[in-house]
């Protein structure tokens, strides 16, 4: 049974850098079954996909988030990690991270909410 | 990447069923049999309850059946309970190798 723990900053201010990180346990991130990947939802709204990625090192990206995501994984500490740039307000959200089997997210994280403010 | 369209709300009485239509276009729904859906209870992560369109999980009742036809998909909840108030989102695989979320559905049990 894999479990993923979200950790990172609760706050960020205005134009800076978002960086998250999520730890598996109960399996390795260097399996070939699996992608990773990270979810986020707004406030009262619904999720949207951020992105996602395969041991390998291959990402794919919402086309709408991509000049600011990068996603990457470590395999040394089990762990993969979100990094948005420029935030703004509209970035608050609650952010999972998530393991794929290919295209469906069989595991999520408990969710971490990142606020954006200053 | 515009999100797939689903009802805000659908509500029912305990034991009736009820379905929740989720519609996007040749480029993702209707092109893959790759649609899975989630339940998410409030403040709770969201869980996979179909996935490769009509698959359920081990674990998850069989009151929950998935169906596609062009380019919408469905899910239905027959017997409905107490326990399946919850908001319920579509998924699918697209074109572009991304994933897109529907916009998300109430579902209240009256």
């Known amino acids: 049974q894999l479990q993923l723990q979200e950790s990172g900053p609760g706050l960020v201010k205005p134009s800076e850098t978002l960086s998250l990180t999520c730890t598996v346990s109960?399996?390795?991130?260097?399996?070939?079954?699996?992608?990773w990947g990270w979810i986020r939802q707004p406030p009262g709204k619904g999720l949207e996909w951020i992105g996602s990625i395969y041991y390998s090192g291959s990402t794919y990206y919402n086309p709408s988030l991509k000049s600011r995501v990068t996603i990457s994984v470590d395999t040394s500490k089990n762990q993969f990690s979100l990094k948005l740039s420029s935030v703004t307000a509209a970035d608050t959200a609650v952010y999972y991270c998530?393991?794929?089997?290919?295209?469906?997210?069989?595991?999520w994280g408990q969710g971490t909410l990142v606020t954006v403010s200053s | 990447q515009s999100a797939l369209t689903q009802p805000a709300s659908v509500s029912g009485s305990p034991g009736q069923s009820i379905t929740i239509s989720c519609t996007g276009t040749s480029s993702d729904v209707g092109g893959y049999n790759y649609v899975s859906w989630y339940q998410q209870h409030p403040g709770k992560a969201p869980k996979l309850m179909i996935y490769d369109v009509s698959n359920r999980p081990s674990g998850v009742s069989n009151r929950f059946s998935g169906s596609k036809s062009g380019n919408t998909a469905s899910l239905t909840i027959s017997g409905l309970q107490a326990e399946d108030e919850a908001d319920y989102y579509c998924s699918s695989y697209t074109s572009s190798s991304t994933l897109v979320f529907g916009t998300g559905t109430k579902v209240t049990v009256l």
């Open positions: 998530v393991c794929l089997r290919v295209v469906v997210i069989t595991w």
């Open positions: 109960g399996g390795s991130i260097s399996s070939s079954s699996y992608y």
